[in-house]
């Protein structure tokens, strides 16, 4: 929404002063009013809360941050431990132990 609002918006104020001054000041606020971005920048966070409710009760998910909503549109892969939980990616191996028999080889 942010990104589509960083065009509309000068759009629609640079065609409302544009045809302002060729047909007057009620035409200015025709498209002011009319082109208005208010209920659509408005209307967006509570849309993202309202998602993450539905995603919370509906799926046992817990969604902190609606940033966290809009990278999954691009999540190719996701990764999880045995217990389920998501991980972050840097792994590390703390020690390694041989299973009971088993020769220690280097």
């Known amino acids: 929404v942010g990104r589509f609002a960083t065009w509309y918006t000068p ?62 549109a691009v999540m190719q892969a996701i990764g999880l431990d045995k217990t389920g939980t998501l991980t972050t990616g840097h792994f590390e191996l703390l020690r390694l132990e041989p299973l009971p028999g088993a020769a220690h080889t280097r």
């Open 11 to 72: 759009t629609v104020l640079g065609l409302a002063v544009a045809l302002g001054l060729y047909k007057g000041f009620q035409q200015f606020l025709v498209v002011v009013v009319a082109g208005c971005p208010c209920a659509l920048l408005g209307a967006a966070p509570f849309v993202q809360g309202a998602t993450l409710t539905l995603l919370a009760g509906r799926h046992r998910l817990l969604v902190k941050h609606a940033r966290t909503l809009e990278a999954l």
